[in-house]
């Protein structure tokens, strides 16, 4: 109740402006009793924000899988894959995409060290997940950090987009576009 609280406080008021008191007040409580679970602001703000966005970046993570066996030439494997890891993402930026705007868009320096400590290396474990899958799919040369990248930045605007605009696209049709884009623009022309 005082994780749930403390997200839509930090959401509405960015990580500086959240007061603790304003949590309690949202979570029903009084701020004695949240600091019986909560040290400090600091603290509720990795347990309630920073820690739920690395758990679902990582199940992201452990969720890509090993390579395919078997080399297809018509990277028909590495499509289905692919479109089922960022259907998974969007489902992971709907829960995210908010949090993840607190912590990068907040108080500088913290931003970036939470950036360089924490999100780039989920990011750089998912490029090398896609390195690895490499050989299993002709395809032309190309950076697989930055193609995690183009994916992630991809699914975070597209989330935002639709959290915040008037449209509301499918998931499932995003991720088949996003796939198409990714996986149409990357493979090796027969021949």
Do not use: C
């Not at 109740?1 to 930090?10: D, E, H, T």
């Not at 679970?37 to 347990?47: A, G, N, P, Q, V």
């Not at 705007?101 to 896609?130: D, H, M, N, Q, T």
Request: aromatic fraction near 8%.
């Amino acid at each position: 109740m005082i994780l749930a609280a403390a997200r839509r406080v930090f959401i509405q008021s960015g990580r500086a402006g959240a007061r603790t008191r304003d949590v309690a007040a949202e979570a029903g409580i009084n701020e004695g009793l949240l600091y019986r679970h909560f040290r400090s602001k600091d603290e509720l703000f990795e347990i309630a924000v920073a820690a739920p966005l690395e758990a679902a970046i990582a199940a992201l993570v452990e969720t890509s899988g090993r390579p395919p066996d078997e080399f297809d030439g018509t990277a028909e494997v590495m499509r289905e894959r692919t479109r089922q890891f960022i259907e998974e993402l969007l489902g992971v930026m709907d829960e995210i995409a908010p949090l993840l705007g607190i912590v990068l868009f907040g108080e500088a320096e913290a931003a970036s060290s939470y950036y360089r400590k924490r999100l780039a290396p989920a990011l750089e474990k998912v490029a090398e997940i896609v390195d690895a899958h490499q050989a299993a799919w002709a395809h032309k040369d190309f950076d697989p950090e930055f193609a995690v990248e183009l994916v992630f930045g991809m699914a975070w605007f597209l989330t935002l987009s639709d959290r915040f605009g008037t449209r509301q696209r499918s998931r499932s049709e995003t991720a088949d576009v996003i796939t198409r884009i990714m996986i149409d623009g990357l493979a090796q022309p027969p021949g």
